[in-house]
C-alpha cells in the first residue's frame, strides 16, 4: 500500500500548516495501525516527528515540535493529520507518513520500508 501526503507550502516563520495522509487505495486496513510522521531536511537523515496510537488519545512528538504540532486521525476517512503551528525555518523539510513499526527512548520507527512522495514544507526566516 502506498500512503499519500499532502497539504504542503511555503510560509514564513510562525506561520501554519495542515498536512494529510491517506492510502491511495481502499483495502488499507488504516485503523488497525498507529501512525506517524517522520520528515528529512536536505543532506539529513529522516527523523521521527510525531505518532498516534490506535485510542486516539496517546500521542508522542519530537522534543523539537512538542507544544507546536498536533498529530490526529480520522479513522473513518482513513485520512492522518498533522497541524503545524509556530512554523520555524528549522521545521522545512519533506514530510512523510508511515504506520508506526515500534516506538522506545522517545521515538518511533515505520512500519513500512516503502514511502509515499512526502510532501515539502518550506520555511522562511
Known amino acids: 500500500v502506498q500512503l499519500v501526503e499532502s497539504g504542503g507550502g511555503s510560509v514564513q516563520a510562525g506561520g501554519s500548516l495542515r498536512l494529510s495522509c491517506a492510502p491511495s487505495?481502499?483495502?488499507?486496513?488504516?485503523?488497525?495501525?498507529?501512525m506517524g510522521w517522520w520528515r528529512q531536511a536536505p543532506g539529513q537523515e529522516e527523523e521521527f516527528v510525531a505518532a498516534?496510537?490506535?485510542?486516539?488519545?496517546?500521542?508522542y512528538y519530537r522534543e523539537s515540535v512538542d507544544g507546536r504540532f498536533s498529530i490526529s486521525r480520522d479513522n473513518a476517512k482513513k485520512t492522518l493529520y498533522l497541524q503545524m503551528d509556530s512554523l520555524k525555518p528549522e521545521d522545512t523539510a519533506v514530510y512523510f507518513c508511515?504506520?508506526?513499526?515500534?516506538?522506545?527512548?522517545?521515538?518511533?520507527?515505520?512500519?513500512?520500508?516503502?514511502w509515499g512522495p512526502g510532501t515539502q514544507v518550506t520555511v522562511s526566516a
Open positions: 487505495t481502499s483495502g488499507f486496513a488504516f485503523e488497525q495501525y498507529m
Open positions: 498516534i496510537l490506535l485510542d486516539h488519545r496517546s500521542t
Open positions: 508511515n504506520a508506526v513499526g515500534s516506538c522506545r527512548a522517545n521515538t518511533c520507527h515505520p512500519q513500512f520500508n516503502s
